[in-house]
């Protein structure tokens, strides 16, 4: 059963100008994306800076409210209930934010803010509150005495740490994890990483794995959706999209993947121009203008995600289902 759906989702920022503040367009940050995440799955979501998926993240829990759409969480359509009952709502749905560093009130020890949900939901209180975050302190890797401490006092790694007990508190089903290794050491990377895997299988959660990382998503990922300019132009698990990709900008993202060996056997598929403005996105194909193997099809007419041969889909007139072969096949890596 899916635990989360949405439907044709969109996010518009108006642009204004003047002293007037005369809205003169809109960006077009989320532009009509359609997703399930099944329960107890870890969907990735990868795409360049700018591509709007933390903002699609963030609409999803209605951080940021989205301008049309349908978002169904347990087969409720949260767009339409009333506050109260969205504020319950939230304890199931948690975010893990991309900057440990901004994301804590540095007024706050630690105690505090890990707290802080049970606190405002009346989860609990007093004592039984303490050894609740004390309980989330252990999980998380930190020690007893971290409790008084102030977010000042830690590591990068270590305040993520305390970002994901803070999620955790409310013993959430479905968290957003906006991400939440980009700003860490590698090193530091693997042991989150390897954490939330680890909570994953303890407490059952579902995971909305945001990264610009491809190889951070294929480790973390049950399946993985490429996002392009607000749009999603390839879904499919995990292993497909990394050995049979099917969309030219989702094999530009994985030739454009650092290799260990300094002598790479593989081909590097460099794009034409920049990324277009959201603002004034293209016709047809967002992709076309960067895209190598565009045709005239592609100017003109919008593709939509093809799912004709199961749970692979490509936003693609080109290549896809049935459509031309690639002409040079990725080499191992």
Known sequence: MSLLEIRNLKKYFPVEEGLLARRKGDVK???????????????GVV?????????????????IEPTDGEILFEDRDIMRISSAEMRDLRRRMQIIFQDPYASLNPRMRVGEIIGEGLKIHRMASGGDRKEQVMALLDKVGLRDDH???????FSGGQRQRIGIARALAVSPKFIVADEPVSSLDVSIQAQIINLLQELQESMSLTFFFISHD???VEHVSH???????????????????YTDARHPYTR?????????????????????????????????????PRCPFREQ??????????????????ACHVFGPGKRSWPNPPRDT
Do not use: Q, W
């Open 252 to 288: 530009a993202l994985l030739s454009a993947v650092p290799m260990p060996d300094p002598n790479p056997k593989k081909d590097r598929m460099v794009l034409e121009g920049d990324v277009p403005s959201p603002v004034n996105p293209p016709t047809g194909c967002n992709f076309h």
């Open 223 to 241: 399946r993985v959706a490429i996002m392009y300019l607000g749009k999603i132009v390839e879904i499919a698990p995990s292993a497909a999209i």
């Open 147 to 153: 409790y008084d401490r102030y977010p000042h006092e």
């Open 214 to 216: 491809l190889r951070v």
């Open 29 to 43: 940050a989320v532009d009509g994306v359609s997703l399930t995440v099944e329960e107890g799955e870890t969907l």
């Open 297 to 314: 099809v592609c100017t003109e007419v919008e593709p939509e995600l093809d799912f004709s041969l199961g749970g692979h889909g490509t």
């Open 47 to 63: 795409g360049e800076s700018g591509c709007g998926k933390s903002t699609l993240g963030r609409t999803i829990l209605r951080l």
